[in-house]
């Protein structure tokens, strides 16, 4: 059974950065795809990035050029670095896992996905 836990959350400045964790256990990340999520008050979950079994990644639109998705292999982690945050950025942010590849229409679907972890809380404000 994979476990997720998140960490990283904190309450940051606007234009400034975090590092978000996901630590994975009871498998390799290697063989999933792993994506962040998040959801902010009243509003449904969305996708943010995703790193596919094969080591591909996407984002989305609103997150392009300042989030940037990666993971370290021998802390089978993976981490959402994320620059020049917004008050919009603010959300419980998820890590999800599922096995394989996910082709890219699928990516996007809270549905797709198998395990998650528990959340970590962003607070972008002055």
């Known amino acids: 059974q994979l476990q997720l836990v998140e960490s990283g959350g904190d309450l940051v400045q606007p234009g400034g950065s975090l590092r978000l964790s996901c630590a994975v256990s009871?498998?390799?990340?290697?063989?999933?795809?792993i994506g962040w999520f998040r959801q902010a008050p009243g509003k449904g979950r969305e996708g943010v990035s995703f790193r596919r079994s094969d080591g591909s990644t996407s984002y989305a639109d609103s997150v392009k050029g300042r989030f940037t998705i990666s993971r370290d292999r021998a802390k089978n982690e993976v981490y959402l670095q994320m620059n020049a945050l917004k008050p919009d950025d603010t959300a419980v942010y998820y890590c999800a896992a599922v096995r394989g590849r996910l082709i890219i229409s699928r990516l996007w679907s809270t549905d797709s996905y198998d395990y998650w972890g528990q959340g970590t809380q962003v607070t972008v404000s002055s």
């Open positions: 009871g498998g390799s990340l290697e063989s999933y795809t």
